[in-house]
């Protein structure tokens, strides 16, 4: 019998643990929305939602395919909550991813006002989502924010986190999500999908129109779909029940 001990791999140094994955995602959220607001900023024309679409899903896929292998590519806090409940990221990476996907957002929002034409950012309240503007939107705005961001996060959960069914398109399966939301929900309730997308662009626009449902829906989903797939979809190294 061999009882020779092997040598086990080396733990990366803290710097690729914890700081180099905290910049992806600062970046990688700086890009996709720098990104997604200057399509909102620029005169659509004809297009409608599907140029506002396009870029945002087209950049989300590039974003996570270079920089996913470093952070997850989450750049969504939404993202992040669901993932970690399905024990795919470390509670203390949590709180940074959060922070670092902020500040992405602002940064983000920041340059597209740096390089737009004053005139057309003001137009466009800077690529901020304008929300409901009136009351009696609010259950139809917070219900579409809830189901478009549970498509989402099921795909995110299940092409990337669920070891059964996770691809090496996972990538582009979530920027067609993002496209499918845009183009489907966009005229509901602006299909954010991503507080941290919200938030950018509010800040830097003081544009703050009930500015909660963008946080209240994709989180809410987040809760629901980890629960979903840690339950019930998920593969026996997901499920918590057979854990």
Same mark, same amino acid.
């Given at each position: 019998m061999d009882t020779e001990a092997k040598p086990s791999a080396p733990r990366p140094p803290r710097y690729e643990r914890h700081v180099q994955p905290c910049l992806a995602e600062l970046l990688g959220? *700086?890009?996709?929305?720098?990104? =997604?607001?200057?399509?909102?900023?620029?005169?659509? @024309?004809? /297009?409608?939602?599907? &140029?506002?679409a396009l870029a945002h899903g087209l950049a989300l896929a590039a974003t996570v395919a270079v920089l996913g292998d470093i952070s997850g590519g989450h750049f969504n806090p939404a993202v992040s909550l669901a993932v970690w409940l399905l024990g795919g990221?470390?509670?203390?990476?949590?709180?940074?991813?959060?922070?670092?996907?902020?500040?992405?957002?602002v940064i983000g929002a920041g340059l597209a006002k740096a390089v *737009?034409?004053?005139?057309?950012? =003001?137009?466009?309240?800077?690529?901020?989502?304008? @929300?409901? /503007?009136a009351r009696? &939107?609010?259950?139809?705005?917070?219900?579409?924010?809830?189901?478009?961001?549970?498509?989402?996060?099921?795909?995110?959960?299940?092409g990337a986190i669920n070891g059964r069914t996770s691809t090496p398109l996972a990538p582009l399966c979530t920027g067609l999500?993002?496209?499918?939301?845009?183009?489907?929900?966009?005229?509901?309730?602006?299909a954010c999908m991503n507080p941290a997308r919200a938030f950018g662009p509010a800040l830097v626009a003081n544009c703050w129109n009930y500015h909660w449902?963008?946080?209240? @829906?994709p989180m809410l989903a987040a809760l629901l779909v980890g629960g979903l797939v840690r339950f019930l979809?998920?593969?026996?190294?997901?499920?918590?029940?057979l854990k």
């Open positions: 959220t *700086a890009l996709f929305i720098f990104t =997604g607001c200057l399509a909102l900023l620029d005169e659509p @024309g004809g /297009t409608g939602r599907l &140029q506002s990221l470390h509670v203390t990476l949590l709180i940074p991813y959060w922070l670092c996907q902020l500040c992405g957002g *737009a034409p004053s005139e057309r950012f =003001g137009n466009a309240s800077g690529g901020a989502l304008g @929300g409901p /503007t009696e &939107q609010l259950p139809a705005v917070l219900g579409a924010e809830i189901v478009l961001s549970s498509f989402l996060l099921l795909v995110v959960c299940m999500t993002v496209t499918a939301g845009i183009l489907a929900g966009g005229g509901v309730s602006g449902v963008y946080w209240v @829906g979809l998920g593969d026996q190294a997901t499920r918590l029940l």
